[in-house]
């Protein structure tokens, strides 16, 4: 038995509920397809205490509000997986949960494509990837699994109390790994962070969150701008209520700073000696937030209390000025690592001419090379906030409006001559 949908969407996160939402909008019929439950990275691939790192009012879709907090708060990560679940019903969207998309195939010598699910097989016209930026855990094999300590990737860390006892080493500083060292900090552990390249935009400057100053200097908007540039992470947390990240702040409470880890030998962790560098250019483009920010309240006339406290800068901590270069994990008591370093998509299931050399989807804006595939929630797909719950919908409907024009052109039949000629 084959079933036939006109447009398949592979995933039901954010990216597949907002693509059913402009599909249903263009009147396009569909069908979105999700191996676990709707939402699932939100319900059991997140850490326990983990709260939406843009507050309410911003991290949403924007034909439903939260109805759980206020729309400052930060949602918990389960109140961030039942809005899109009620969003999903109230858009009433066609989602069958519990089948998995296993292969695709482009159809010989007819259009459209031949999908292999863990409950049959599916054709469709189009099919739309929305399998998310953040399916595979990535960890560097740099530490062998004999030297003895528990390694984790941030993606199945829970809290403090599910570690071993000892001293905790997290590799990353993005808003995972700044916001679980800071947790294991909180929870008494001594912790060691190794501190990447990464932007680290205040909280909240003059009354207003950063996701309001980056919306109005329309910094969510802009495209990547050259190659390499698109992966620098964003260090923020909504964590406690919301609290700018400070690795300074960190340090001075007692973690221990660390750069980029290199190299592994004799139980010994090798340091880059990067830390300094690259504090200095997270601090860099915190005042360079500020910086626009207060040209822009200038500019605009905005009645908004000046933060002038918001420059002082802690002095460099003793881990800045004397840094590590070589880390004892036994000497130092570290029994767990914990990588927060990142994930990597997963399109093996798609077989067609989508892709290129590394495996990168070829597309322009979520529109793929190859007639009929379309991505959802890449990175950087449109611009800078495509991965971001408020991001990907505009990208949706985007790749919406692309797959109803290529409709209209599909179901395009010429008149018959003689009422042409009329
Ligand atoms: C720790 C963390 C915190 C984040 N916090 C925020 C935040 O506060 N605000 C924000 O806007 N963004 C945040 N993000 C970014 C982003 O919003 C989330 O990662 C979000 O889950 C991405 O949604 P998605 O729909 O693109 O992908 P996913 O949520 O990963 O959804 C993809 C779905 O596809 C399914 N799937 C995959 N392969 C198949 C297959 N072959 N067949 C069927 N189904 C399949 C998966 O089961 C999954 O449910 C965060 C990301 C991380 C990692």
Redesign the pocket.
């Known amino acids: 038995m084959v079933e036939y949908v006109d447009t398949l969407v592979?995933?039901?996160?954010?990216?597949?509920?907002a693509m059913s939402e402009h599909l249903s909008r263009n009147s396009i019929s569909h069908l979105v397809?999700?191996?676990?439950?709707?939402?699932?990275?939100?319900r059991s691939?997140?850490?326990d205490s983990?709260?939406?790192?843009?507050p309410a009012w911003h991290?949403r879709f924007p034909n439903l509000h939260f109805t759980t907090c206020g729309a400052d708060a930060?949602p918990p990560k389960e109140q961030?997986a039942d809005y899109l679940n009620a969003y999903a019903q109230k858009i009433e969207a066609p989602i069958r949960t519990g089948?998995?998309?296993?292969s695709l195939k482009r159809n010989e010598e007819r259009s459209g494509f031949t999908v292999e699910?863990s409950d049959g097989v599916i054709e469709a016209n189009s099919v739309i990837a929305?399998?998310?930026?953040?399916?595979h855990a990535v960890i560097p094999p740099l530490v062998p699994e004999s030297a003895g300590v528990t390694q984790m990737h941030?993606?199945t860390y829970r809290n403090p109390n599910d570690l071993p006892e000892g001293a905790v080493l997290v590799v990353g500083a993005g808003?995972?790994g700044g916001q679980i060292a800071d947790e294991l900090q909180r929870s008494g552990r001594k912790t060691y962070l190794c501190v990447g390249p990464h932007d680290r935009p205040p909280r909240a400057y003059r009354g207003r969150d950063y996701c309001w100053w980056l919306g109005v200097l329309g910094l969510w908007d802009i495209p990547a701008k050259e190659p390499g540039t698109e992966h620098v992470t964003i260090s923020v947390s909504?964590a406690q209520g919301g609290k700018t990240v400070d690795f300074r702040r960190l340090a001075h409470d007692g973690m221990t700073l660390l750069g980029r880890a290199s190299g592994f030998a004799d139980g010994k962790l090798m340091i880059d000696s990067d830390l300094c560098e690259n504090i200095s250019a997270g601090d860099a483009n915190y005042i360079d937030m500020l910086d626009q920010a207060d040209a822009y309240a200038d500019k605009m006339g905005l009645d908004l209390p000046m933060e002038p406290e918001a420059r002082t800068m802690l002095p460099d901590p003793e881990c800045m000025t004397n840094p590590i270069r070589e880390l004892d994990l036994e000497a130092a008591g570290i029994t767990t690592i914990i990588w927060a370093t990142g994930?990597r998509q997963?399109f093996s299931?798609m077989q067609v001419d989508a892709f290129d050399e590394t495996g990168a989807p070829v597309h322009q804006r979520g529109v793929s090379n190859e007639p009929g595939i379309y991505f959802?929630?890449l990175p950087w797909q449109s611009r800078r906030g495509s991965?971001?719950?408020?991001?990907?919908w505009h990208d949706a409907a985007y790749v919406a409006d692309q797959i109803a024009i290529q409709k209209n052109y599909r179901e395009y039949v010429p008149e018959a001559p003689a009422a042409a000629a009329e």
């Open positions: 592979v995933g039901a996160g954010q990216a597949g509920i397809l999700e191996k676990h439950r709707v939402a699932e990275a939100w691939r997140r850490w983990l709260v939406a790192n843009g991290d930060f961030v089948i998995e998309v296993t699910t929305a399998t998310g930026a953040f399916q941030s993606s808003s995972s909504g994930f997963d299931w959802l929630g991965t971001f719950i408020w991001g990907v």
